[in-house]
């Protein structure tokens, strides 16, 4: 009878070699091998690109290994945006630069057309760009099924490295995807900055998270059609129907692949993975004549509205992801559920929003800055 010793010896080597194998077909999994690991501290990496390697604690008193710090700006193209925030600071030119400002006055400009309107009536407006990436979006979640679940329970603590591969198809096919949304006669320049923005969007490959980050990013692909003229600031509902589009696939990717959330601040946050779809579901239930900031807590008027309120799917959206007292694990919200009216539970999450992305360096540290979107 084999002793307890060479048993987890067994254990071990057969962790390696399926580690071995997914080397091989997605590059260095990094994934940690026991529950020693200890990992980047969480508020540095909001975004989910690492600063630092990972140190492992290896068992069975094998040599400690700590993982390569990631290069960030690998194998970028020349057209590609830059990154320009690179320490503390870096932010008071950020915050005084035309970006700063286009962003938020985009984010006030979709608020204010979604307000008062169901996503059904959001979708009413029609332009041909948006309908190309909505085009594009359902191309992307069809990626999904050519990039299936790697089945190993001992491989894997915080998400399935098959979302590597669906990341690395996305960015291979974007310049095709580009092509279909802005025409083959758009500029380089504008291909390049806003795929950029666009693939980079549904997550983190290396650390296979996403978070308010990676939000920003659609927001900005958003935007940067409207300042390269592919779309008008009068088609700002559209955009806002796009945009919880865009939410509904990083929810089944967060699902499917087991996301983890970027940077969380847990129960003390918001919300996991997203900021935006609050403000802009706050946006449209202002004055509504039936349902109350109080009425989250209601899973029939949740379940009635959902498919036509952000707001309320996002909370939803919670339900089903996490067990316990609302409370407990999404204090923040229950607490703004306290706030008497929809528009200052709007006006109030447009404020925290830039608190708690706009303002932390360790969410824009690495947002990225081209032609359309300038550090400047």
Not at 76 to 102: A, D, Q, T, V
Not at 230 to 246: K, Q
Request: glycine share 6%; with cysteine; proline share 4%.
């Amino acid at each position: 009878m084999r002793s307890s010793k060479e048993a987890q010896k067994e254990k071990l080597m057969q962790i390696l070699r399926e580690k071995e194998e997914a080397n091989k077909k997605y590059g260095n999994t990094n994934i940690p091998l026991t529950s020693t690991t200890t990992r980047p501290n969480t508020h540095t990496t909001r975004t989910g690109i690492p600063q630092e390697g990972v140190m492992t604690k290896a068992p069975f008193g094998l040599k400690k290994t700590t993982t390569k710090k990631v290069e960030y700006e690998k194998n970028k193209h020349p057209l590609e945006p830059k990154r320009e925030i690179f320490g503390p600071e870096n932010m008071k030119k950020w915050k005084e630069s035309k970006s700063y400002k286009f962003i938020m006055s985009f984010i006030e400009r979709l608020s204010e057309a979604a307000l008062q309107k169901t996503l059904t009536e959001l979708k009413q407006q029609t332009h041909p760009v948006i309908d190309r990436v909505y085009e594009v979006l359902d191309k992307i979640e069809k990626v999904i099924d050519e990039c299936p679940l790697v089945e190993s329970k001992s491989l894997f603590r915080y998400g399935n490295i098959a979302f590597r591969d669906f990341m690395k198809k996305v960015g291979e096919r974007m310049p095709d995807y580009m092509t279909t949304i802005l025409g083959k006669d758009s500029t380089k320049e504008h291909q390049y900055e806003i795929g950029w923005y666009f693939k980079h969007a549904f997550g983190n490959a290396t650390r296979i998270d996403y978070g308010t980050g990676h939000e920003l990013l659609f927001l900005s692909m958003e935007g940067c059609l409207a300042l390269g003229g592919y779309v008008t600031i009068n088609e700002a509902p559209a955009l806002v129907a796009l945009f919880d589009r865009y939410i509904q696939l990083t929810r089944k990717l967060q699902t499917h692949y087991k996301l983890e959330p970027a940077g969380s601040h847990g129960v003390w946050g918001l919300d996991d993975f997203c900021f935006l779809p609050y403000i802009f579901g706050a946006a449209q239930l202002v004055n509504h004549p039936s349902i109350t900031t109080g009425d989250i807590h209601n899973a029939g008027v949740r379940h009635q509205h959902q498919s036509e309120y952000m707001y309320l799917a996002s909370i939803d959206y919670i339900h089903q992801v996490k067990r316990g007292p609302f409370g407990e694990h999404s204090s923040l919200l229950n607490d703004i559920s306290a706030v008497p009216t929809w528009k200052k539970t709007n006006r109030g999450l447009i404020r925290m929003y830039v608190d708690e992305v706009m303002d932390k360096h360790v969410v824009v540290q690495h947002f990225c800055f081209g032609t359309l979107l300038r550090f400047a």
